[in-house]
């Protein structure tokens, strides 16, 4: 008896899988053959992908929410599905687009319609992709024209900064008294310290 598994992946820790989660265990998926990557697409060293692709077999199905599960970009992603679906026999379903169901168009028109498909949702997932990183570095300098500081806070400090260092290292002052009176924290306070000595 064939098996059907489901993948999802979010991009960081902090990102929530439930999405993906509820919507291949609408199909009636085991939670046992679900498996969940929480790592950046980046490098596509994903350990759980790789875990399930090595146990799945031929006529396995593979089911995801959306094509760009598969891969980073255009190439990545046409690259994996011919690896699953030709070198592997591996029949895949993508939840949000159902003409990409290799179980249903097994015939020669049925698998041009389906490559046309991916192709063009591959492309259009890449462009998107592009598209926020664009915007990200167009708000993040739009941000620093308007002298927002972005990154790891700053120590701000009105008095002379040798001054503050000198009472500290001859304890007129501690590094509690430091971080309450400036709002930053120990960490701050040393990297700039560091900082500092390396400019002198």
């Given at each position: 008896?064939?098996?059907?598994?489901?993948?999802?992946?979010?991009?960081?820790?902090?990102?929530?899988?439930?999405?993906q989660?509820?919507?291949?265990?609408?199909?009636?998926?085991?939670?046992?053959?679900?498996?969940?990557d929480?790592?950046?697409?980046?490098?596509?060293?994903?350990?759980?992908y790789?875990?399930?692709?090595?146990?799945?077999?031929?006529?396995?199905?593979?089911?995801?929410?959306s094509?760009?599960?598969?891969?980073?970009?255009?190439?990545?992603?046409?690259?994996?599905?011919?690896?699953?679906?030709?070198?592997?026999?591996?029949?895949?379903?993508?939840i949000?687009?159902?003409?990409?169901d290799?179980?249903?168009?097994?015939?020669?028109?049925?698998?041009?319609?389906?490559?046309?498909?991916?192709?063009?949702l591959?492309?259009?997932?890449?462009?998107?992709?592009?598209?926020?990183?664009?915007?990200?570095e167009?708000?993040?300098?739009?941000?620093?024209m308007?002298?927002v500081?972005?990154?790891?806070?700053?120590?701000?400090?009105?008095?002379?900064?040798?001054k503050?260092?000198?009472?500290?290292?001859?304890?007129?002052?501690?590094?509690?008294?430091?971080?309450?009176k400036?709002?930053i924290s120990?960490?701050?306070?040393?990297?700039?310290?560091?900082?500092?000595?390396?400019?002198?």
């Amino acid at each position: 008896m064939n098996n059907i598994y489901g993948y999802a992946r979010v991009s960081s820790k902090e990102q929530n899988e439930e999405r993906q989660i509820i919507a291949l265990k609408g199909q009636n998926i085991k939670e046992k053959d679900i498996y969940i990557d929480k790592i950046s697409g980046k490098d596509f060293n994903r350990p759980m992908y790789k875990k399930m692709t090595r146990k799945m077999r031929r006529g396995d199905v593979l089911c995801i929410l959306s094509i760009d599960r598969l891969g980073r970009n255009y190439e990545e992603i046409q690259e994996q599905w011919r690896i699953l679906t030709r070198e592997k026999g591996i029949d895949i379903f993508v939840i949000d687009m159902p003409l990409l169901d290799t179980r249903t168009y097994k015939d020669l028109m049925g698998n041009f319609i389906s490559d046309l498909v991916l192709q063009v949702l591959s492309f259009v997932a890449q462009s998107e992709r592009e598209n926020i990183k664009k915007r990200q570095e167009q708000g993040i300098a739009a941000a620093k024209m308007r002298g927002v500081h972005m990154g790891r806070p700053r120590i701000i400090i009105e008095d002379d900064f040798s001054k503050i260092i000198q009472d500290w290292e001859e304890k007129r002052i501690t590094i509690d008294m430091i971080t309450e009176k400036y709002h930053i924290s120990k960490s701050t306070f040393y990297r700039n310290v560091k900082a500092y000595r390396n400019m002198r």
